[in-house]
Nanobody, 129 residues
Framework: QVQLVESGGGLVQAGGSLRLSCAAS????????MGWFRQAPGKEREFVAG????????YYADSVKGRFTISGDNAKNTVYLQMNSLKFEDTAVYYC??????????????????????WGQGTQVTVSS
């Protein structure tokens, strides 16, 4: 069993930065692939970024590519999402997710929410224009 707790959300002006953290419990965390998703009011949950268990492969939604960076620290059981150049449309609840299969074999493995086995409770990110 893995428990995920997100933190680092808040209110920021457009153009600003935030770093989200996702702390995981569970001794096998280091073998899990991780992802970040977000859900804006009235919209479906969407993929933001993903990272394989080794950290050797990262993936991003086109809307955040070049602005967001996902990284992991297996020693701290934590995955991060550095968000720069934030835009109003980045406003959403951001969720951390863990996938028992630590290897992404196809892009749908990364981007599909049902491919993930554990979810955090979410953290609100609000970008003011």
């Amino acid at each position: 069993q893995v428990q995920l707790v997100e933190s680092g959300g808040g209110l920021v002006q457009a153009g600003g930065s935030l770093r989200l953290s996702c702390a995981a419990s569970g001794r096998t965390f280091s073998r899990y692939a991780m992802g970040w998703f977000r859900q804006a009011p009235g919209k479906e949950r969407e993929f933001v970024a993903g990272i394989s268990w080794s950290g050797g492969s990262t993936y991003y939604a086109d809307s955040v590519k070049g602005r967001f960076t996902i990284s992991g620290d297996n020693a701290k059981n934590t995955v991060y999402l550095q968000m720069n150049s934030l835009k109003f449309e980045d406003t959403a609840v951001y969720y951390c997710a863990a996938r028992r299969d630590g290897v992404f074999r196809a892009i749908v493995d990364v981007t599909t929410s049902t491919e993930y086995d554990y979810w955090g409770q979410g953290t609100q990110v609000t970008v003011s224009s």
